[in-house]
C-alpha cells in the first residue's frame, strides 16, 4: 500500500486519509435564545485554510469588518459542511450557501461552526452518539465517561 505521494506506508496503519481530510461528525448543543441543536457532518479546514482564516480573525477583528468576516465564514462553512439537519419549514435540507447560512444563522452560531471546523474548539458531545462509533474516542479526548462505561455502572449499582 501507499501514500498520497507515492511512498509506502507503515504496516499495522489502520486508517488511510483522503486527500483533503477525514469526514468527522459534528454537533452544537442548543443554546437557548440563540439557536436549537445542530447535527453536521464535516471535512476539516487544511492548515492553509486554518492559516488563511487566523489571518483574517486578525485583520478583521475590529467590529466595523466583522460583517465581512462572517461573509468568509459563511463560505468556509459552505466548503466544509457536506451534510448537516438544518430544516426549511417545508421539511426541505436548508441550503449550505453563504447567503442562506448569513440569514439563517446568528453571529455566534456561524463562529461556533467554523471553530469546530477549524479545529479551534471541540464539537460538543451529542447524546445520539454511539459508544461504538465517535463516543469512545471523544470521551477519551474529553476524560469524560463512554455511555458503555455510564451503563455499566449503573447495572454494578
Same mark, same amino acid.
Given at each position: 500500500?501507499?501514500?498520497?505521494?507515492?511512498?509506502?506506508?507503515?504496516?499495522?496503519?489502520?486508517?488511510?486519509?483522503? =486527500?483533503?481530510? *477525514? $469526514? @468527522?461528525?459534528?454537533?452544537?448543543?442548543?443554546?437557548?435564545? *440563540?439557536?436549537?441543536?445542530?447535527?453536521?457532518?464535516?471535512?476539516?479546514?487544511?492548515?492553509?485554510?486554518? %492559516?488563511? !482564516?487566523? +489571518?483574517?480573525?486578525? %485583520?478583521?477583528?475590529?467590529? =466595523?469588518?466583522? *460583517?465581512?468576516?462572517? $461573509?468568509?465564514?459563511? +463560505?468556509?462553512?459552505?466548503? !466544509?459542511? +457536506?451534510? &448537516?439537519? #438544518?430544516?426549511?419549514?417545508?421539511?426541505?435540507?436548508?441550503?449550505?450557501?453563504?447567503?442562506?447560512?448569513? +440569514?439563517?444563522?446568528?453571529?455566534?452560531?456561524? $463562529? %461556533?461552526?467554523?471553530?469546530?471546523?477549524?479545529?479551534?474548539?471541540?464539537?460538543?458531545?451529542?447524546? %445520539? &452518539?454511539?459508544?461504538? @462509533?465517535?463516543?469512545?474516542?471523544?470521551?477519551?479526548?474529553?476524560? /469524560?465517561?463512554?455511555?458503555? *462505561? #455510564?451503563? /455499566?455502572?449503573?447495572?454494578?449499582?
Amino acid at each position: 500500500m501507499s501514500d498520497h505521494n507515492g511512498g509506502a506506508v507503515p504496516a499495522g496503519t489502520s486508517w488511510i486519509i483522503d =486527500e483533503d481530510g *477525514q $469526514a @468527522e461528525k459534528g454537533f452544537i448543543a442548543a443554546v437557548p435564545g *440563540q439557536h436549537p441543536e445542530l447535527r453536521f457532518e464535516f471535512r476539516r479546514m487544511t492548515a492553509d485554510e486554518q %492559516r488563511q !482564516h487566523s +489571518k483574517a480573525i486578525r %485583520r478583521l477583528g475590529d467590529s =466595523e469588518n466583522m *460583517q465581512e468576516y462572517y $461573509a468568509i465564514a459563511a +463560505k468556509l462553512i459552505e466548503r !466544509h459542511v +457536506k451534510w &448537516w439537519d #438544518v430544516r426549511r419549514q417545508d421539511g426541505a435540507e436548508l441550503p449550505r450557501n453563504p447567503e442562506t447560512i448569513l +440569514k439563517a444563522f446568528k453571529p455566534e452560531g456561524i $463562529a %461556533r461552526i467554523v471553530s469546530i471546523l477549524a479545529g479551534i474548539s471541540p464539537s460538543d458531545l451529542d447524546p %445520539r &452518539w454511539d459508544a461504538s @462509533e465517535d463516543g469512545d474516542e471523544t470521551a477519551m479526548a474529553t476524560g /469524560e465517561k463512554t455511555p458503555a *462505561q #455510564v451503563d /455499566e455502572e449503573r447495572r454494578k449499582n
